[in-house]
């Protein structure tokens, strides 16, 4: 009823409108004839109403065949304004070529059109005009920061004279409850300096941000958000802005990227983005190779180990998006794969997703999956990654990333899959963990079957630390702010490399698109610019939170924990080769000898059986030579890179070390 009753009331507006237009057509005729006759009008125009409701009846005409009553005058802008253009013009061409066909242009003085089509255009526009401000109240308002505002209304800077800003200052005109009061607009371009948008002025540029708060401050306006209206701002001065922004006590934000955005209303605009911690990573964002990538996974079958993670459910999203002939889902956690499960079909309800419990240490189970669904490319994402857990539950760590990863690779190979990619971590470069040493030797096997398999293509692919997941420090840090605080690091110059979870996938795809003629055995791994030190992402999250670091939050530092490295290692140059067209590098780590390697697994399984975790640890020192478990009263740290490296540390490439805070799945 309240449906058919809100259509009813839109017909009566609609209605009401049309009839405006027809009068308006109707008094522009009268109103030029008017203007040219003076006070002769009557005794010298005869049947000027019949000729005025003729040249409405035409307007009528050209005002339904140009879909002009669909117009909204809530929102009348310029191609609008070209209709009624286009209207008024047909209209009065139209009426004058009748007028000389039927009576030679008697009493039609040449004038009389041109007269007509201007009234007629300023009637139509002027009432539109006049309805859109009476909407915004702007009859009401005066301009800029000078306006009276709700007491709930926020003052806000925009940084940047964008299209974006233009938007978001009309849309925050629009109706009595916007909580946005656009005091200013801050600009580094001279030419945009002094210059006046909707009456919000150009008060400077960034430098003098804290100039224009204080002035604002001084007038009783106390401003609260600086929003970055830029669609792609650089991500190194995103950053300057955060720490100057947090430093003045503003929060900073980001303006929504209306071109990316599909279903826009006005409240959708007058919500700034939080600016997370992936806008301020100091380096370009990572992108996939998506022809390579669509090319090995349009069509195809695609299995994903340990979908339920914070790696395993986005390769799941990005991989649907290619359209798969079916994408397997497979996770030991009921949970997390019910939840992938639902997200993963409402949003591509057209796609063959096949949901399978699966724990990669059970390799008859392992087995069973690959025999029945067949697929193409295999990407094993399944793991335990928190160090600290692994640390104290190593047998559990070799059972899941080592023999675990080996049952997934010896499916891949009896079953003669085409591609097998294995997701490691950086921890993997002369670890001083059991989870790093996993990896590393889980690493060893796939590259001695890469380099011995004849149908199936194994790729590692490794990075460091990815920011929001699944354990991680991020949600962590989040928690501690949200409580008020401290906030805990666990050492003032523990530093690690970071990257953001969709740029870790777009890297395990490109890793997937690398063609087959690539060397056999080597790994890639993320250019992740310059390590961050953890204690700098506390402060820089703190800052996000609209908080001041050791003011408002405080830090304190709690100690190295066992197995943690304090500073990352980098590669060595002479063992690495950067690849010009993509963000990663090449790796050619040593590889073992395949056969040592299984009799030392077949040995390492029955340690594991018998959950004797001295002889398991001690055979996985066999297979990682350069494993050195940290002394927990003495934290390890990497050598120094003008320091000799030990026979062990140089069988493997200088690579990346990161921190690890991470859940059961990337």
């Known amino acids: 009823m309240k449906l058919r009753d809100f259509a009813g009331k839109l017909r009566v507006w609609r209605l009401g409108g049309s009839f405006l237009d027809l009068a308006t057509a109707y008094a522009a005729f009268v109103l030029s004839y008017i203007t040219v006759y003076g006070d002769r009008l009557f005794s010298s125009v005869p049947g000027l109403h019949a000729k005025a409701f003729a040249f409405a009846v035409i307007f009528a005409v050209f005002f339904w065949l140009f879909s002009m009553h ?75 920061s000078e306006r009276s505002v709700p007491r709930k209304t926020v003052n806000v800077l ?12 009309r849309a925050s005109r629009r109706g009595a409850a916007s909580e946005f009061n656009v005091v200013g607009i801050l600009d580094d371009s001279i030419l945009s300096q002094a210059r006046i948008v909707h009456g919000v002025k150009v008060r400077g540029d960034f430098a003098e941000l804290k100039n224009v708060v204080q002035r604002f401050k ?15 701002p650089d991500r190194r001065h995103l950053a300057e802005v955060v720490e100057a922004s947090a430093h003045l006590g503003l929060k900073a934000s980001r303006i929504p990227d209306f071109t990316e955005t599909s279903l826009l209303t006005n409240q959708t605009i007058l919500q700034p983005k939080t600016i997370d911690l992936g806008d301020l990573l100091g380096r370009p964002e990572v992108t996939a190779d998506f022809e390579g990538v669509a090319r090995l996974i349009n069509g195809k079958a695609i ?7 914070s790696i395993g459910s986005e390769l799941c999203r990005q991989i649907a998006a290619f359209g798969p002939q079916r994408l397997i889902l497979t996770d030991s956690s009921e949970f997390h794969l019910y939840l992938l499960d639902m997200e993963i079909r409402g949003k591509f309800p057209q796609l063959n997703v096949v949901t399978a419990i699966l724990d ?29 857990l692994v640390e104290a539950n190593a047998v559990e760590g070799i059972k899941t990333n080592l023999l675990g990863t080996r049952n997934v690779a010896d499916a891949a190979v009896r079953h003669d899959i085409a591609n097998f990619v294995m997701i490691s971590t950086d921890k993997a470069v002369n670890p001083t963990n059991v989870m790093g040493a996993t990896k590393r030797a889980a690493e060893a096997y796939c590259q001695s079957l890469d380099v011995g398999s004849v149908k199936t293509r194994f790729k590692t692919v490794r990075f460091g630390n990815v920011l929001g997941s699944n354990g991680s420090v991020v949600p962590r840090f989040q928690e501690q702010i949200a409580n008020g605080g401290p906030v805990t690091v666990t050492h003032p110059e523990i ?42 992402l506390a402060e820089r999250m703190i800052q996000l939170a609209g908080l001041k670091p050791y003011v408002d939050t405080d830090i304190v530092f709690t100690g190295l924990r066992p197995g943690e490295k304090l500073y990352e290692e980098l590669f060595d140059p002479s063992e690495v080769q ?33 959950e004797d975790r001295n002889r398991a640890i001690a055979l996985l020192k066999h297979i990682v030579p350069e494993y050195a478990p940290a002394s927990p009263a003495s934290p390890a ?12 540390s140089t069988a493997l490439p200088r690579d990346m070390d990161g921190p690890e805070e991470m859940g059961r799945g990337r």
């Not at 008697?106 to 009432?127: C, D």
């Open 70 to 144: 669909r117009g909204s005058w809530r929102y009348v802008s310029i191609p609008n304004l070209v209709t009624i253009l286009k209207v008024a013009l047909a209209a009065v061409v139209t009426y004058t070529v009748a007028a000389f066909l039927t009576t030679r242009g008697t009493n039609v003085p040449r004038s009389v059109p041109v007269l007509s089509f201007l009234y007629l255009v300023a009637g139509l526009s002027s009432t539109r005009l006049a309805y859109r401000l009476l909407m915004e109240r702007a009859f009401f308002r005066p301009s800029g």
């Open 158 to 169: 925009l940084y940047g004279l964008t299209d974006n800003a233009e938007s978001f200052i």
């Open 218 to 232: 001084k007038k009783g306006i106390v401003i609260s958000e600086l929003i970055v209206t830029q669609n792609a």
């Open 303 to 309: 299995l994903v180990t340990g979908a339920g993670g």
């Open 360 to 388: 990669v240490r059970e390799s008859g189970r392992v087995d069973n999956i690959f025999a029945e669904f067949k697929p193409d490319t295999v990407f094993h994402a399944a793991a335990l990654k928190h160090v600290p």
């Open 495 to 536: 530093v690690r490399f970071f990257m953001t979870i969709p740029e870790a996938v777009c890297l395990v795809l490109n890793a997937s698109a690398v063609q087959s003629e690539e060397k056999r055995g080597t790994i890639m791994v993320l250019d992740m610019g310059k390590p961050v030190r953890i204690v700098d």
């Open 578 to 610: 950067k690849d010009p067209k993509e963000a990663y590098f090449i790796a050619s780590p040593r590889v073992i000898d395949k056969e040592l390697l299984h009799k030392t697994l077949t040995t390492l399984l029955d340690a594991v059986q018998n």
């Open 637 to 648: 740290s990497p050598a120094s890179p003008a320091s000799p490296a030990s026979p062990a």
